[in-house]
């Protein structure tokens, strides 16, 4: 007897591991008789509203803070991780600026060129995915923006300087540093 309630007791862990919903399926047709068609139509009918503008007219931010303690953790072991490529890429830049001095001649295909070898990640994440983008004229040793990723966050953009120093700026900031009007 206590072995079949053993089993018994299996059988329904493993039923609900493996998420066995019995007349909840997608591919089955609702009961009121409408399936993909009804949900086209009421999407149809109240298209989605675009985000609005913030309120210096700027683009609504990309990125998110998580919501709960499990997407904090999360976010935490990913953002270390970006901070890692990212001064990865002012180590790169600081060789790069080596062989090209003069910041009027650096251009970003020769130090995606540069770099394609020792770390085809960061190439992959600037070049193809424009993950980061990059700075060429800024001068090493200052205060200049290097590089930074191509989304903003809510806060700003997380940027990396050319003095190694990683942190968030504001959109007003990032437009001065970068010249942009």
Same mark, same amino acid.
């Given at each position: ?27 089955? *047709?609702?009961? &009121? @008789? !409408?399936?993909?068609?009804? =949900? +086209? ?11 609005? *503008?913030?309120? &210096? @007219? !700027?683009?609504?931010?990309? =990125? +998110? ?21 990212? =001064? ?94």
């Amino acid at each position: 007897m206590r072995s079949a309630s053993a089993w018994l007791v299996f059988i329904i862990v493993l039923a609900t591991a493996t998420g066995c919903k019995r007349g909840n399926r997608d591919d089955a *047709p609702a009961r &009121d @008789g !409408g399936g993909e068609g009804n =949900k +086209k139509d009421k999407l149809a009918q109240n298209p989605p509203k675009p985000p609005p *503008p913030n309120a &210096d @007219g !700027g683009a609504q931010p990309v =990125k +998110k803070g998580p919501q709960s303690f499990l997407g904090t953790l999360h976010a935490r072991g990913e953002r270390v991780a970006l901070d890692n490529e990212m =001064k990865q890429i002012a180590i790169f830049f600081n060789a790069f600026c080596i062989d090209h001095p003069n910041p009027g001649t650096r251009k970003v295909e020769d130090f995606l060129n540069s770099i394609k070898r020792d770390s085809y990640k960061i190439h992959e994440g600037i070049k193809t995915e424009r993950f980061y983008t990059m700075n060429m004229k800024a001068r090493l040793g200052t205060d200049d923006i290097l590089a930074y990723e191509t989304q903003m966050y809510s806060d700003g953009y997380y940027c990396i300087r050319a003095t190694g120093q990683l942190g968030l700026v504001s959109q007003k900031e990032w437009q001065a540093a970068l010249g942009i009007p």
